[in-house]
């Protein structure tokens, strides 16, 4: 059995977010800390974090997946950016050390010209300098672990291929030592990668064994669960709603029921409204394997 849910708006807060999602039938979900395109976190207090702990809790769900503003770009070649990157995610992972046990996703960023070897150094370097951070103004360890998304490619895009990620988890660890590699893990979304050129319709199988060879399974904490409007390596990120797009109902069926996935949470980023997204976990629950 998986976990599944949506992204959820965390303007009315910590515990109306647990809520809002237990009305949609879900029983996980996504927030941003801050504005998508940035900006300041909304303030938080500590009661309110403390009463989504023991709402989710009570109705047993899975691990939530946040996210970080996609203006993140850890590699860009403006040290600017750079620094902003660091700043943001830093100060979300903060916050978070309150809502422990759970994941902290963001996109890797694209390296604008300076090549991948590059990027994927400077994402390393960030997680690090962050982490580090993290632990040393909050004096305990980091308690949420951080996830790279999986992308479509596009551009000077980091994350398109399985190698990417897997550099950058390598080079932290150069960087940093092993311990880090408990910190680190993967959210794979299914738009993404079938952008990226990986066949998730015609053989999952092999993208799921190919992702073990090349990153291992044991860093695949997350999927975000999308349709595509595009053919598979197209490059082009286009999010569709389940069934509705060029992977097609069938195929996100068969990662739903898949069995090296069971027990992760599932976080749709379709093009939804509320009851969209609650005819949606509705469908993804009548896909589940519940023995």
Known sequence: M????????????????????????????????????????????????????????GH????????????????????????????????????????????????????????????????????????????????????????????????SEVGGRFEDLRAVIHEAAGMEGDGILSKLGVCLDTCHIWDGGYDIAGDLDEVLEEFDRIIGLDRLCAVHLNDSKNVCGAKKDRHEKLGQGMIGAEALKNVVQHPVLQGLPFILETPNDDEGYRQEISLVRSWMITE
């Open 2 to 57: 998986i976990y599944i849910g949506n992204h959820v708006s965390v303007s009315a807060g910590y515990e109306a977010m647990g809520r809002e999602e237990l009305s949609l039938g879900g029983d996980t979900f996504a927030f941003f800390p801050r504005n998508p395109r940035g900006g300041r976190s909304k303030p938080v207090t500590q009661e309110d974090i403390r009463a989504l702990r023991e709402l989710i809790g």
């Open 60 to 155: 047993h769900f899975g691990k939530l997946v946040v996210h970080g503003a996609y203006t993140m770009n850890p590699c860009s070649a403006k040290e600017d950016v750079r620094a902003n990157t660091a700043e943001m995610m830093r100060d979300d992972l903060l916050l978070l050390q309150s809502l422990p046990g759970n994941y902290y996703n963001f996109h890797p960023g694209s390296h604008t010209g300076q090549g991948m070897e590059t990027g994927i150094r400077q994402i390393a370097e960030t997680l690090c300098s962050v982490i580090n951070q993290v632990e040393e103004i909050s004096g305990m360890p980091l308690t949420n672990r951080i996830l790279l998304e999986t992308m479509t490619g596009k551009g």
